[in-house]
């Protein structure tokens, strides 16, 4: 039954200064042709300067602005946004807050797209900085200019160069192009889930750190996402909702056509707390209801920054499963043990279903698989196996119509198993009906082995259980999407 959301999901200390129309100005914010830096500074030590650094290699025009430099890395530095010849899609502010607010009047006066705000030191510091907030509030009030923040690092979208992030990528690697967005709250969650996904071979459209919310939120971020042909999946960190009502409406809208992935934080009393003094949040409603509210609206929940990551990027690849009967292989019994528990287990596992093979299957499989083994759910294949073994084994299991989704035991160790099961994995993970997620234990090899598949399109995991996590989200989505009658645009 639906619970209708009486009031919003959470209180906001200062008010929008007047409605936008969902996703106003937004394209100047992820594809913009020009931007400037405002704070601009020639110490390589210093945030601006870094920041000004990782947007250089960008699709766009640069422009860095500061009063007090002629040149920084090589380009014309101007004393004001107004000395711009050029029309400017995004400001960069780069100031402390209170030497914010001129710069951000100027940025409306020039007709600039979108401010993005990176001081702290403003609704979240009390009642002065919220003074400021409202100033800034103030200064966009009327005008097109939209403002992203404060207290945020802005946003990264690979594919255009575009990275405000004032965290050197020497420190932080920052990843590829690829199917998953990500929006939050936290300037260091986003920094941590880039970094995550650079090592795993991960890829993301794009990831924009919302900071205060003061004018641009999540709605508004969520809204313009669902069109980015880009974005197969979307990875949300909230500490609060700017109106739950609003919320819930749009994310209806969007889960209908991409898989939405949230990780809610401020669930407890003391997290609550916290919330507020990190970006000015505070929660107003039970966790009972937001969670109720994500279930209505095939909302995907994640309780940690690791299941965010492994949930969304499994979306993104693999888009939903037709049903929950899960088929495990491996190479080695206990780990096919191992993953059968996870799959039935309710308590300490997924509660899905082990497959029932056809008697079509069991005879094929009788054909390729060693005597001795059996060839019931799940499967094993023993140490004798080849990189040919697994790939008629796939084959023959993803014809059986009992099998909604197969989880791979790798085990690198075997002699027969070479390089070569990549390209076996890769050819038989582009099934239309039977998707396959891979799991491998080990050591650095294997490390190198999961990153490999990941870039190569084949979903895999370090465990059994965040392998088998996947499935049950991928077939959570698969019975949303036929409770509303939505597969036409889902990204399968």
């Not at 780069?94 to 607010?101: M, N």
């Not at 190198?448 to 465990?463: D, H, I, R, W």
């Amino acid at each position: 039954m639906w619970l209708p959301l009486l009031e919003p999901l959470t209180i906001d200390n200062i008010p929008q200064p007047h409605p936008r129309p969902m996703s106003e100005g937004l394209d100047k914010l992820f594809r913009p042709s020009s931007v400037a830096v405002i704070g601009a500074s020639a110490n390589p030590s210093k945030m601006s300067h870094i920041a000004l650094r990782n947007l250089s290699s960008g699709k766009f025009t640069l422009h860095p602005v500061n009063p007090h430099e002629k040149e920084i890395l090589g380009r014309r530095c101007f004393a004001s946004i107004l000395d711009v010849p050029d029309d400017v899609d995004m400001a960069l502010v780069s100031l402390p807050a209170a030497a914010s607010i001129g710069p951000v009047r100027e940025c409306v006066e020039k007709k600039v797209g979108v401010v993005i705000v990176t001081a702290s030191g403003f609704k979240e510091s009390g009642t002065d900085g919220a003074a400021l907030e409202k100033e800034l509030l103030n200064a966009i009030s009327g005008s097109a200019t939209r403002l992203l923040g404060p207290n945020t690092m802005g946003i990264f979208v690979p594919d255009h160069g575009l990275d405000t992030f004032f965290i050197p990528r020497e420190r932080s690697p920052r990843p590829g192009p690829g199917g998953v967005a990500m929006i939050s709250q936290s300037g260091a969650v986003s920094i941590s889930f880039l970094e995550k996904a650079a090592a795993s071979g991960m890829g993301v459209s794009s990831c924009v750190g919302l900071g205060n919310k003061a004018d641009i939120n999540e709605d508004e971020i969520l809204g313009y996402l669902v069109g980015d042909s880009a974005t197969r999946s979307i990875a949300m960190y909230l500490e609060s909702f700017s109106d739950g009502k609003e919320f819930s409406r749009v994310a209806k809208e969007v889960t209908a056509k991409k898989p939405v992935v949230v990780l809610k934080s401020g669930r407890t009393r003391s997290g609550s707390l916290a919330a507020t003094s990190h970006t000015g949040a505070l929660a107003s409603s039970s966790d009972s209801m937001v969670e109720s509210v994500f279930r209505q609206v095939g909302v995907t929940r994640a309780y940690d920054e690791e299941e965010l990551a492994d949930c969304a990027r499994a979306l993104a690849h693999v888009g939903h499963l037709d049903g929950d009967r899960i088929c495990v292989i491996a190479s080695a019994g206990g780990f096919g043990v191992i993953g059968a528990d996870m799959v039935e287990s309710v308590d300490h596992g997924a509660g899905m279903r082990m497959a029932e093979f056809s008697p079509r299957t069991v005879e094929s499989l009788r054909k390729i698989i060693p005597g001795y083994s059996s060839v019931s759910n799940p499967v094993d294949l023993t140490a004798g196996v080849t990189d040919a073994m697994y790939d008629e084994v796939l084959e023959v299991l993803q014809r059986d119509p009992g099998i909604d989704g197969i989880m791979m035991s790798l085990e690198l160790q075997p002699p027969g198993v070479t390089d070569a099961l990549m390209d076996v994995a890769g050819k038989r993970a582009k099934s239309p009906r039977v998707p396959i997620v891979v799991s491998a234990f080990g050591g650095e090899r294997t490390a190198e082995m999961l990153t490999s598949f990941e870039k190569n399109g084949v979903l895999a995991y370090p465990t059994i259980w965040r392998s088998i996590r996947a499935l049950r989200v991928l077939a959570e989505r698969g019975r949303y999407l036929k409770r509303t009658k939505t597969f036409s645009e889902d990204t399968r």
